[in-house]
């Protein structure tokens, strides 16, 4: 059986290795020693206690974890798979840490990637370990769960996504690694090239502009709200609907044939109940989103990462294919005043990731290849 590591502290670290903890595979965890807090009781109890909310093909039960550490190298040595479950902001603290210690033999799953993850760990890897040979990565769309911590030693999961997509980078491995993933999570399926699955994040169409445009009840700290249920009314669902427009326009000049946010949240929650004719109706309805309430502050990560590391590098790709996307960039300018920052100066752009010359057919290539 493959053993597998954890990196990250949050609430998808804690469900990744607790799930798979209790399906029977070796795991590790390990946190960054400044953030040791998120993992205190776990650590010292050993174990995670994992709760399962509606009918998940999951299992509730108290997960024995193999190490839970604050040591990267005592967590990754001898793994064979390593899911580094963070927000896309941390991932490159994730790179840089592990650079070293990382083995070419691994697979380094970012899950998800969001957009450019793969290729933002690759160069890392590559400018601190020259003439190393680097890991294969892999890329999810999304992440796989859907929950929340209780405190530092217990997590719930009300959302599992089936047929999710992955892609390898460089693309060229997916046939070689795709077998291995499979073996952990079933239903997966094969994307084309981290493009796609960078593209089909829907956290980048959905979160920025639900939030956007709830903005005056995060501020009433008393109301807490459902952010699908009650947040996706059905004005705000057509703003979203839009947005999406914008982003599959851009994969059609990619030459990649990028499914609806609707159709995708279907294919994923299907077996949960979700179902619908409109966005709104499925975001509104989907039992997996029954206990996920909104944010109470702008400070949160559905401005901070998805619009970084989402929304701007959708808006470079549609300047250099091309593409208009007025609502993007409208939630983009929204967002940075809503939380008083230049959300583009902190972004992962075309320009961060060294792409801002290169064409659409050499990015193409790029995305096969690797570096």
């Given at each position: 059986m493959l053993k597998i590591g954890v990196l990250g502290g949050g609430n998808g670290a804690f469900i990744t290795a607790a799930d798979l903890a209790l399906r029977g595979f070796n795991v590790n965890i390990c946190e960054t020693p400044r953030f040791e807090r998120n993992i205190a009781l776990a650590k010292e109890k050993g174990k995670i206690k994992l709760e399962v909310r509606g009918n998940l093909p999951i299992k509730s039960g108290f997960a024995k974890i193999n190490k839970i550490t604050t040591d990267i190298k005592e967590a990754v040595k001898d793994r064979d798979i390593i899911f580094v479950v963070v927000p896309a902001f941390a991932q490159k603290i994730f790179a840089e840490w592990g650079a070293e210690i990382f083995s070419p033999e691994q697979i380094i799953v970012l899950e998800p990637g969001n957009f450019g993850g793969s290729l933002e760990f690759a160069e890392i890897l590559k400018k601190k370990c020259v003439n190393k040979k680097l890991p294969i990565f892999v890329e999810f769309e999304c992440m796989i769960y859907s929950g929340?911590?209780?405190?530092?030693?217990?997590?719930?999961?009300?959302?599992?996504?089936?047929?999710?997509k992955v892609a390898t980078y460089p693309g060229e491995f997916i046939n070689e690694i795709f077998p291995k993933l499979i073996s952990i999570y079933p239903d997966l399926e094969k994307a084309s090239n981290v493009l796609e699955t960078g593209l089909s994040n829907t956290n980048a169409t959905l979160h920025a502009p639900i939030l956007a445009l709830n903005s005056?009840?995060?501020e009433h700290k008393d109301k807490n709200f459902l952010f699908y249920w009650e947040g996706c009314s059905p004005a705000v669902a057509r703003v979203a609907e839009k947005i999406d427009l914008e982003r599959l326009l851009i994969g059609k000049e990619l030459g990649i044939n990028l499914i609806s946010t609707k159709d995708i949240i279907i294919k994923w929650y299907e077996y949960q109940g979700a179902k619908g004719n409109t966005l709104y109706e499925v975001l509104s309805k989907?039992?997996?989103?029954?206990?996920?309430?909104?944010?109470?502050?702008?400070q949160h990560?559905?401005?901070?990462e998805d619009v970084p590391y989402g929304m701007i590098p959708m808006e470079n790709l549609g300047k250099i294919l091309k593409v208009k996307t007025p609502l993007i960039t409208a939630i983009?300018?929204?967002?940075s005043r809503l939380t008083n920052q230049d959300l583009?100066?902190?972004?992962?752009?075309?320009r961060s990731l060294g792409l801002q010359d290169v064409c659409k057919e050499k990015?193409?290539?790029r995305v096969r290849i690797g570096v």
């Open positions: 929340f911590k209780n405190d530092s030693g217990s997590v719930w999961v009300s959302g599992y996504k089936k047929n999710l005056g009840w995060v989907n039992p997996a989103y029954e206990w996920d309430y909104a944010p109470k502050t702008f990560r559905f401005f901070l983009i300018e929204i967002a583009r100066s902190e972004g992962r752009d075309l990015l193409l290539e």
